[in-house]
């Protein structure tokens, strides 16, 4: 009999040799990579959100990773494990932010390729008492809030499981049969994730490799209120709104072909006889060899949070609508104060430009329906310059080419954005190169780690010189590029037309 360790205020006290004898019992070689605990592995990390997941077993020098999902390491050295610490407590170790841990935030796994930000252990631990290791999930990113309780229960669940299977293999030359122990594992597995499964608040199904559905939890008979089993192979699709099927069904042989994830929203008939708006998503589980062997997936209901976005891009909408009226009657009342003072046609003229440009941003950015949104990206600055340069293209060719890495922008940096951009379109089509037919201009954009650099660079034109005092235009350009967004405006008044450079801090065009 192993010794058991012992617990002090300084921590576990092991005797490593007789748990080294510990470890060599259970006959790890032969259950390295092994399907089942990969199948725990690909769950644990499905459940917790997490690209990594990993059965670790902390030897006296090393840990060895017997299954591991998301990740090619097969050991590390022992000074330098998470394990080992998650192996030494009663509940699961969670680290939610690697660098803001003393234990952990100079380890070579942190600070090195390895990336870790986020870990969370559940300890493995013989009927004796003795730690082995963990299942453990890891992420590149912190998890500021953590585990849920589900996921700490389910994880608690598989690390049990992984034990089971740890005993299975040591007990092995006990069975009778390699079929008895194969068919007891089974029953083991299935029996411990049937219990996982019923408790989960969402709807859990599974299928086989070629998407036939064998089984389902006790909430979807609940929620849909159908006999058990009456939803096996493709009856499922019966249970969508009928204006649904065709899309689910397309959905989901495009994923069992090409073996992507799952993930659709569709209208699921509820046991009352009306349909209720449902997140499906499924992962495929895969061998060794990475054969799918089967697809686990899970039905959210959404219908509430469904219907409360639709009222709010009602709302939306309708607030969209009465800004833009608000732009046209303030257009309509320049144009009447200009035919009262015909003097000032052209500042009106101009200032009617103005107002309809910060039309176009606000209808670029504004919350679209399907059937509203602009043919180009809704939030890219790209599409936005695209709908403002159009008045200056010709039929037969683009006398604005804009190129570069879009950058995304919301409705605060569209409007400075939507000023300057119309105040150089203006100046270059009455100055500049496009007063002239040959004229053209060229508008860049480098995104940097830290900022964009747009380029607008004029060719073609008359002869430009530098003007001795800024006008008006110059001045709104200085208020949208520097005071608005933060950026520096720097000009080049070239014999061949004006070269002129803002960088922006990647921050001011977009809140998140």
């Not at 070579?108 to 252990?121: C, D, S």
Request: hydrophobic share 40%; proline share 5%; charged share 25%.
């Amino acid at each position: 009999m192993n010794t058991p360790p012992t617990h002090t205020a300084s921590g576990w006290k092991v005797d490593e040799a007789a748990r080294t004898a510990l470890l060599a019992s259970y006959e790890l070689e032969t259950l390295r990579d092994s399907a089942a605990l990969k199948k725990i592995t690909d769950f644990a990390g499905a459940l917790c959100g997490c690209p990594v997941a990993l059965v670790s077993l902390v030897e006296e020098t090393r840990q060895t990773f017997i299954a591991r999902t998301g990740i090619d390491l097969t050991e590390t050295p022992r000074e330098v494990s998470f394990c080992a610490h998650a192996m030494l407590g009663d509940a699961i170790m969670v680290v939610p932010d690697a660098t803001a841990d003393p234990r952990f935030a100079g380890n070579v796994l942190v600070t090195g390729e390895t990336n870790i930000r986020f870990y969370a252990g559940a300890p493995l631990v013989t009927e004796d008492g003795v730690p082995l290791g963990s299942l453990c999930v890891i992420d590149t990113v912190p998890h500021p809030d953590g585990l849920s309780d589900l996921q700490r229960q389910g994880l608690e669940t598989l690390a049990d499981n992984v034990m089971a299977r740890l005993r299975d293999n040591r007990d092995t030359a006990a069975w009778r049969s390699a079929e008895g122990d194969a068919r007891r594992a089974l029953l083991d597995s299935e029996g411990r994730f049937r219990t996982l499964a019923d408790t989960m608040p969402q709807m859990v199904w599974s299928t086989l490799p070629d998407g036939y559905h064998d089984y389902y939890n006790a909430r979807w008979y609940e929620f849909t209120g159908v006999p058990d089993g009456s939803t096996d192979g493709e009856a499922w699709n019966g249970m969508f709104h009928p204006d649904d099927q065709e899309r689910a069904w397309g959905r989901w042989r495009q994923s069992l072909t090409s073996g992507e994830p799952y993930e659709i929203e569709y209208r699921l008939r509820h046991h009352d006889g009306t349909y209720r708006w449902v997140l499906g998503r499924a992962l495929p589980i895969r061998d060794g060899e990475g054969r799918i062997v089967r697809w686990f997936g899970t039905c959210t209901d959404i219908h509430e949070q469904k219907l409360a976005l639709e009222e709010r891009e009602v709302i939306s909408q309708e607030l969209s609508h009465r800004i833009k009226n608000i732009f046209s009657v303030v257009s309509g009342l320049v144009a009447f104060s200009a035919r009262a003072h015909p003097e000032f046609s052209g500042i009106a003229a101009d200032l009617r430009e103005r107002i309809t440009a910060l039309g176009r941003a606000h209808d670029f950015v504004r919350p679209h329906s399907p059937a509203s949104r602009p043919a180009s990206q809704p939030t890219s600055l790209g599409g936005l310059l695209g709908e403002l340069f159009a008045p200056y293209q010709l039929a037969e060719h683009d006398r604005i080419t804009v190129s570069g890495e879009d950058v995304a922008i919301d409705d605060r940096s569209a409007t400075p954005l939507a000023l300057l951009f119309h105040e150089l379109a203006t100046n270059a089509t009455k100055y500049g190169a496009l007063s002239y037919p040959d004229g053209a201009v060229t508008v860049t954009m480098h995104r940097a780690d830290d900022g964009v650099t747009l380029g607008w660079r004029e060719a073609g034109g008359p002869a430009v010189s530098a003007p001795e005092t800024g006008g008006f235009g110059t001045q709104l350009m200085e208020m949208s590029a520097v005071r608005q967004l933060g950026g520096i405006v720097t000009r080049d008044w070239k014999p061949e037309g004006l070269d002129l450079t803002v960088r922006v801090p990647l921050a001011a065009f977009r809140r998140r």
